[in-house]
Nanobody, 114 residues
Framework: QVQLVEHGGGLVQPGGSLGLSCAASGIGFNIFSMSWYRQAPGKQREWVATVTPGNVSNYGDSVKGRFTISRDNGKNTVYLQMNSLKPEDTAVYYC????????WGKGTLVTVSS
């Protein structure tokens, strides 16, 4: 059974940093593209970043230069380091694994507020 479990959400002040992690089980992690998406209240789910099996990373325009995605294949885990956080980064952040089909975590809430 595939499971993606996110950790690390919480409350952070504007300009601060926060790190998320997503532990995967039940998949051949090495061959999956791993991504982070987010959904703010009242908005559609938005793609944030992807890291491919070959360790190539790509970012949405709204987070480029502030967020860093990485993966540890030995730990079946993908990370998202978020710096210079803004109130508009407030959202539920979802982990996604993709190989022929998509798998999703349940999400973790990130709130950026003073």
């Amino acid at each position: 059974q595939v499971q993606l479990v996110e950790h690390g959400g919480g409350l952070v002040q504007p300009g601060g940093s926060l790190g998320l992690s997503c532990a995967a089980s039940g998949i051949g992690f090495n061959i999956f593209s791993m991504s982070w998406y987010r959904q703010a209240p009242g908005k559609q789910r938005e793609w944030v970043a992807t890291v491919t099996p070959g360790n190539v990373s790509n970012y949405g325009d709204s987070v480029k230069g502030r967020f860093t995605i990485s993966r540890d294949n030995g730990k079946n885990t993908v990370y998202l380091q978020m710096n210079s956080l803004k109130p508009e980064d407030t959202a539920v952040y979802y982990c996604n694994a993709k190989f022929l089909k998509d798998y999703w975590g349940k999400g973790t809430l990130v709130t950026v507020s003073s």
